[in-house]
Nanobody, 122 residues
Framework: QVQLVESGGGLVQAGDSLRLSCAASGRTFSSYAMGWFRQAPGKERDFVTAINWSGGTTYYADSVKGRFTISRDNAKNTVYLQMNSLKPEDTAVYYC???????????????WGRGTQVTVSS
């Protein structure tokens, strides 16, 4: 079992940058694929990005390609989401996800954190 804790959310203006972190417990973090999802008010939880255990494979939703970057530090049991050129439509609760299989993460299954709020004002 892995436990995930997100941090780094906040209120920013359009065009600003923000970096989210997801700290994972457990000794097997380096074997987990990780991902980020987001859920805006009144909407379903949507896939944002995912990364495999080594960091060599990443996937992004079209809406964030070129603006968001996922990375991981296995020595620190942490995955990051660097968000640049933020837009008001990026406003959502951002959730970290983990699974032993990358396709499980991309499908929106696996372990979840409790989320961190990101609000982008226009």
């Amino acid at each position: 079992q892995v436990q995930l804790v997100e941090s780094g959310g906040g209120l920013v203006q359009a065009g600003d940058s923000l970096r989210l972190s997801c700290a994972a417990s457990g000794r097997t973090f380096s074997s987990y694929a990780m991902g980020w999802f987001r859920q805006a008010p009144g909407k379903e939880r949507d896939f944002v990005t995912a990364i495999n255990w080594s960091g060599g494979t990443t996937y992004y939703a079209d809406s964030v390609k070129g603006r968001f970057t996922i990375s991981r530090d296995n020595a620190k049991n942490t995955v990051y989401l660097q968000m640049n050129s933020l837009k008001p439509e990026d406003t959502a609760v951002y959730y970290c996800a983990a699974s032993a299989q990358l396709e499980v993460v991309v499908a929106g299954r696996g372990h979840w954190g409790r989320g961190t709020q990101v609000t982008v004002s226009s």
